[in-house]
Every structure is written in structure tokens, then in C-alpha cells.
């Protein structure tokens, strides 16, 4: 790639491309100076929303003399109409690099609302972008594009986009994640201690770092769980043993190994009480996370006395889930991927993605983690604070 970009401007950009994730100002300099070197007149990052989501794209950054008038437009209504995305959308893959040519033939972009009323009073004919995220995911891609005169994107440009596009989809995850973070922070500053269950966050070593009032008051009373030494301990042997594992499978999310990540266990109480029911899940999953970045799982604890159905149906049912869609949902929350779950269910990939779609529609998500949030959280009231 030495040969497209000058090896010191490369190192800037790239080094720029990963200050954006945390200072969004850098955005505008990364595209600016990979649209200068594709030889654009105009270049941006945009997030594809998901269907049912308020408006149909939202910009991460933008250069070019008419990108600040053309935003709002294309934001709102012709990311709708975008025929190369249209036309290209089996292409669409994380790390795809394609020209306009390869997505949609001259003849139907020429004759497309998009291009006669959108492109073209903006003097742009030809684009190239790279794929950064795909579904299930909303998609995000970086895209240029340049004026007739200048002719069509090639092989050249191609190789100057492959050289910054692997950075460019880590940045997008790492902000993606970040977000995430502070937006779960944020809602459960709060949320956290007016949440009827017990909430615990454990680090990797599946140490207890994080809890609530009321999850302290369950281990210092020995009510069903307990504390020693930081680890979380069942008052039951068996349920011991189940709990353990489901801690376990659940920090090694990332380990990528075929475990389970998660699950529910009842675990009995002393004196013939009415058990208490947990559910386990990957914080990376859920994108809740509590003041501590060290936390890798999160355990809701829910007390009998305090309610008289499970959390998790009680949130399907209130959203009309089918059973098919309750099934789906109930293994991301578990902390499967899309595909794993799947193959639990013995279903294809395309519909275990409609079934996700449906549920998407449903509850008022716009991603998977969004989801396991509100399903984990919705004791909080998050229906009505999330729609």
C-alpha cells in the first residue's frame, strides 16, 4: 500500500482515525484527507439506520464544498433512495471496497430520483465506499464521490481506500462500543438503585466489582447468595454448580469458544423459602455497564417478595412477542450471536434475521445489544423511556 499513500501521511491519518473514536472533531480531518487522496470532491461517514428508526441515516463526519447543505437532505430523505445501496446490497460486507459501477448499473442510476435530484445539481457522478458495519448491525460506510469530468474510481483508488479501511472498521466499532458505555453509564447512575433486583457486575475473573443496595443487602443477609472472597456463591450445591458455569461461559464471551454465555438458574434459599431467580449475562452483550470498566458479566437477582413474574416475560409479553421471536430474543439476552443462536434454534440465518427484524420492530430496538438492554433493564420502566 506504500505505493498509493505516502507512508507519513498514512501513519497521520490512521493515527487520526483512532483519536476520532473518542475526540468526533478528528472525523472530519480523517475523511477530508482520504477524500483528497481518492482525488473526491466530496466524502463522508454515514450509519444507516434500521427500519422504524426516526430518520433513515445520521453523519459521523462530512468534507466537500456541498456536503453541510446536502446532509440534512440525505439524512432525512434520500438515504431512502440511494440506489448504489440499493442495488448493492448483497454486497454490502464489512470491509467491502466498491465503486459505484460494481453496485448499480449506469442505466438505472441516471434515471433514478436519487441521482436527478440529488447528485446531480451537486455535480456528482461517480462514488466509492468502503463497508464498515452490515447487518444485523444498521449499516456504515465511507463514501466519496467526484463529478463527470473526472471519470470513474478504479484500481488506484481502490488500493488507497483498502490501505485505511481495516482502521477505519475498527474505529466504528471502538466508538460504537464507547457509546454504548457511556450511554449505559448514564442510564443507570440512577437506574441502578431503583431496579427491584439484585444487581451484580464481575470482572474477568468473575470477582464481584459492582452491586446495588439491594444486591448487598442478599449477601450480608446469606439470603440464597453470599460473598467469599469477592466471588458470588449459591446457598445450594447443585444450583452452585449451575451458577458457575453460566458466570464462566459468560465472561469468556470473547474467548470465542461455543460456551454458554449465560442463561437463568433458580437458586434455592435456606429455610424452604421461595427461590430466587438469576440471570447471567455478558455485559459486552447487554451494553450495560456500571462505573467500572472491568466488568465482563452482569447477574439480576430477582427476589420473590418483590415480584410475582419473571422479568424477561413479563418484557415479552408486554411487546406482543411471537413465540419464535421470544425464543430468538431470549438467547441473545443469554449472550448467543445472532448465528448461534440460530443454530440452537435450528433455524437458517436468514430467518433467525426476520424473526430479529420482527422483534427489532416490536420493542423499539435498533440493535442487538439496545435489545438485551431493554429486556435486562425493563423493570426500570424502559418501554416508556426508550420509545
Known amino acids: 500500500m506504500g505505493g498509493v499513500w505516502p507512508r507519513k501521511e498514512l501513519d497521520e491519518v490512521v493515527a487520526s482515525i483512532y483519536l476520532a473514536t473518542t475526540d468526533h472533531e478528528h472525523w472530519s480531518f480523517v475523511i477530508e ?12 461517514v454515514h450509519v444507516h439506520a434500521n427500519p422504524g428508526d426516526v430518520e433513515p441515516a445520521t453523519t459521523i463526519g462530512a468534507w466537500g464544498r456541498s456536503a453541510p447543505p446536502a446532509l440534512r437532505e440525505y439524512e432525512t430523505y434520500y438515504a431512502t433512495r440511494n440506489v448504489w445501496m440499493q442495488h448493492g446490497a448483497h454486497l454490502l460486507k464489512p470491509g467491502a471496497i466498491l465503486t459505484g459501477e460494481q453496485m448499480c448499473p449506469d442505466d438505472i442510476l441516471l434515471r433514478s430520483e436519487f441521482y436527478l435530484k ?17 447487518d444485523p448491525d444498521p449499516y456504515s460506510v465511507f463514501s466519496a ?18 490501505a485505511v479501511t481495516p482502521h477505519l472498521v475498527q474505529a466504528i466499532r471502538i466508538q460504537s462500543r464507547l457509546e454504548a458505555t457511556q450511554a449505559g453509564r448514564h442510564a443507570f447512575s440512577g437506574a441502578l438503585e431503583r431496579l427491584p433486583l439484585a444487581v451484580f457486575f464481575l470482572d474477568r475473573r468473575c470477582r464481584v466489582v459492582e452491586m ?3 444486591a ?27 451458577l458457575q458455569q453460566m458466570i464462566f461461559g459468560a465472561a469468556a464471551l470473547d474467548t470465542g469458544r461455543f ?17 430466587l431467580s438469576a440471570m447471567i449475562a455478558p455485559t459486552g452483550v447487554t451494553g450495560l455497564f456500571p462505573a467500572s470498566r472491568s466488568a465482563r458479566v452482569v447477574v439480576l437477582v430477582e427476589v420473590p417478595a418483590q415480584r410475582t413474574t419473571a422479568p424477561f416475560s413479563d418484557f415479552t409479553r408486554s411487546h406482543g412477542l411471537s413465540p419464535a421471536e ?18 440452537d434454534l435450528g433455524i437458517s440465518d436468514n430467518t433467525a434475521r426476520s424473526h430479529l427484524k420482527n422483534v427489532f420492530a416490536k420493542t423499539g430496538a435498533r440493535r442487538q445489544s439496545d435489545l438485551v438492554r431493554r429486556a435486562l433493564t425493563h423493570d426500570v420502566g424502559s418501554d416508556r423511556d426508550s420509545s
Open 118 to 134: 440529488f447528485l446531480r445539481p451537486r455535480d456528482i457522478r461517480y462514488s466509492i465506499r468502503a463497508v464498515l458495519t452490515a
Open 326 to 343: 421470544t425464543g430468538l430474543a431470549a438467547r441473545l439476552v443469554r449472550g448467543l450471536s445472532l448465528r448461534q443462536a440460530a443454530a
Open 212 to 214: 446495588n443496595s439491594s
Open 33 to 44: 484527507r482520504i477524500g483528497r487522496r481518492l482525488g473526491a470532491s466530496i466524502a463522508a
Open 145 to 162: 464521490g467526484r463529478p463527470e469530468g473526472a471519470h470513474a474510481f478504479g484500481d488506484t483508488h481502490r488500493k488507497i481506500l483498502a
Open 216 to 242: 448487598r443487602k442478599l449477601v450480608e443477609a446469606s439470603d440464597g447468595l453470599k460473598l467469599e472472597r469477592g466471588v458470588l456463591v449459591a446457598y445450594d450445591t447443585r444450583a452452585e454448580v449451575l
Open 259 to 275: 460456551l454458554q454465555h449465560g442463561g437463568a438458574v433458580s437458586l434455592p434459599r435456606p429455610e424452604g423459602r421461595h427461590p
